[in-house]
């Protein structure tokens, strides 16, 4: 299994409204792409900092999603009040317990 973590930092009183965008546009999405195996986002609501860990089943079905990835962290950072743009990194899940 495979994980693209992406890191964005938003205005913390925008932090629902980047929760939301995650719940109602990322899931239904992803949810329907080749591979998916599920997400996390992890919050810091005083400093606005979100986390967000999509896991593939694949590094072929990570690759492919890429360009939609983009478009959809973009989305969710802008609806938090991004301050700079996300970071994404990729990594191999060696242990899930």
């Keep these: 299994m495979f994980a693209r973590v992406t890191v964005g930092e938003g205005k913390p009183e925008q932090i629902e409204a980047g929760i939301r965008n995650f719940r109602e546009q990322v899931g239904p ?12 986002l992890l919050v810091d609501r005083k400093k606005g900092k979100m986390l967000g860990v999509a896991l593939w089943d694949t ?3 990570l690759q492919a999603s890429a360009e939609a990835a983009k478009k959809i962290s973009a ?3 802008q609806a938090a009040g991004a301050t700079k743009l996300p970071t994404v990194e990729i990594y191999e899940v060696a242990i899930q317990l």
């Design 29 to 40: 999405i992803a949810k329907n792409m080749a591979g998916f195996k599920g997400s996390y």
């Design 59 to 61: 590094m072929a079905n």
């Design 75 to 77: 989305g969710v950072t």
